[in-house]
Each structure stands twice: as structure tokens, then as C-alpha cells.
């Protein structure tokens, strides 16, 4: 597993940043974003398909071959934490019309 930081230009040119988990299974990238409690700018759930188009970039990875996450931490305003894959429709490798469903099998990141 890879995990990183992501710094990204969030809304109205805000600093934005999330934590980016990466796990190859059976020749998919399962990629997660995960919403840090000092991140400042934009969400991830905001920002989805900017942060999905800009990971297929930088891993040098086709969108047919991954699929994607979204995470939020426990914290004060969360009992639990919440996960999401995130489906996407996509134009070459650029990622439109994110859609959430419950997922279940966080573990693969450790959580």
C-alpha cells in the first residue's frame, strides 16, 4: 500500500488537502481519498471527480482498471467512519458525475 498527502486547489483557489491511499489487488488500483480534520479548503466529496481525473494521471493508470473510495475519519462530528466507493463516468481520462454507494471492504485500506 501507498499512502500520501495531496495537496490540491481546492474552490476559489483555496489550499486543499486529503490523504490518498493506493492498493493494487488482482491487477486493480483501489485508490481512497480520505478527508483530513486540518484540511482547510475544499472537501474530497467536492472535489471527487477533480481528485479521481488528477490520480489517474499522476499513477499513470487507466480508469478501467481502478476504483475509487471516499473516506472520512471518526472524529467529534462523526460517531463512525464513513466509506464510500465512488463510481465515475468518464471521457478518456477525465472523471464526471461521481456517484456514492456504501462500500463495505475498507480493510483493504487498513481502516
Same mark, same amino acid.
Given at each position: 500500500?501507498?499512502?500520501?498527502?495531496?495537496?490540491?486547489?481546492?474552490?476559489?483557489?483555496?489550499?486543499?488537502?486529503?490523504?490518498?491511499?493506493?492498493?493494487?489487488?488482482?491487477?486493480?488500483?483501489?485508490?481512497?481519498? $480520505?478527508? @483530513?480534520?486540518?484540511? %482547510? =479548503?475544499?472537501?474530497?466529496?467536492?472535489?471527487?471527480?477533480?481528485? +479521481?481525473?488528477? #490520480?489517474?494521471?499522476?499513477?499513470?493508470?487507466?480508469?478501467?482498471?481502478?476504483?475509487?473510495?471516499?473516506?472520512?475519519?471518526?472524529?467529534?462530528?462523526?460517531?463512525?467512519?464513513?466509506?464510500? $466507493?465512488? @463510481?465515475?463516468?468518464? %471521457? =478518456?481520462?477525465?472523471?464526471?458525475?461521481?456517484?456514492?454507494?456504501? +462500500?463495505?471492504? #475498507?480493510?483493504?485500506?487498513?481502516?
Amino acid at each position: 500500500m501507498e499512502t500520501f498527502i495531496h495537496n490540491f486547489e481546492g474552490f476559489w483557489n483555496s489550499e486543499s488537502k486529503c490523504k490518498v491511499h493506493v492498493v493494487v489487488l488482482h491487477d486493480i488500483t483501489h485508490i481512497c481519498f $480520505e478527508e @483530513l480534520d486540518d484540511n %482547510q =479548503g475544499t472537501s474530497v466529496t467536492n472535489v471527487s471527480e477533480h481528485l +479521481a481525473t488528477q #490520480m489517474i494521471k499522476k499513477l499513470n493508470i487507466r480508469p478501467g482498471l481502478c476504483k475509487f473510495f471516499e473516506s472520512y475519519p471518526e472524529n467529534r462530528h462523526r460517531k463512525d467512519r464513513s466509506f464510500d $466507493e465512488i @463510481l465515475y463516468t468518464w %471521457q =478518456g481520462n477525465v472523471a464526471s458525475k461521481p456517484h456514492w454507494l456504501p +462500500a463495505k471492504n #475498507m480493510e483493504i485500506f487498513g481502516f
